[in-house]
């Protein structure tokens, strides 16, 4: 018979502890980046139904889409496929974004957040038109610009207060081996 000391009790971290340990790492980061882009889908979906003048980023989303795959030599879907595929690329995209926010710890969680959802904003507002994407259907400054801005910064909002909720229920680190207790 061996004597076995792998595992926690003999000092050797198992496959599967790593395993608990890059879930639970992970985990704020991801679901964090999710909310930030099921907030920014939720937002645009839902008021452009309703509100004249809303954003209309997935008509943007959907350029982008359709000249990536045709630069590519690819036949971009049309209608509703590309709106589907618009829709899952918006949510990835915005979920790896937004999972920025755990860049700088959770105590900077808001205002990495609100930069995060600023910059995105700003950018939706501003770059479009110069990457040839044209501009959003029916805008009307001052408002569509604005709320095209606020979906994102909300956006970010949601990123860190899901960041800061998840990791707050977290044991705190070992600042010796960077384990937690």
Do not use: C, F
């Not at 949510?91 to 995105?120: C, D, H, I």
């Not at 990457?131 to 979906?151: K, V």
């Amino acid at each position: 018979m061996t004597d076995d000391t792998s595992g926690p009790l003999g000092g050797e971290e198992t496959t599967q502890d790593r395993r608990t340990e890059t879930v639970r790492r992970w985990k704020p980061i991801v679901l964090a980046g999710l909310a930030g882009a099921v907030t920014v889908t939720v937002l645009n979906e839902g008021v452009r139904r309703t509100l004249p003048h809303a954003p209309r980023m997935e008509v943007i989303g959907e350029r982008a889409l359709a000249g990536t795959l045709n630069a590519v030599g690819i036949e971009p879907p049309r209608g509703e496929a590309l709106y589907g595929w618009t829709m899952l690329a918006d949510l990835v995209s915005n979920s790896l974004y937004y999972g920025l926010v755990a860049v700088a710890g959770p105590g900077q969680a808001w205002p990495v957040g609100g930069a995060l959802g600023l910059a995105a904003g700003l950018g939706a507002v501003v770059l479009p038109r110069p990457l040839g994407l044209g501009t959003q259907p029916g805008s009307r400054a001052p408002r569509t610009p604005m709320l095209t801005a606020a979906w994102y910064l909300a956006g970010g909002l949601a990123a860190a207060a899901t960041y800061r909720h998840l990791t707050s229920q977290a044991p705190e680190p070992d600042p010796l081996t960077d384990r937690h207790l």
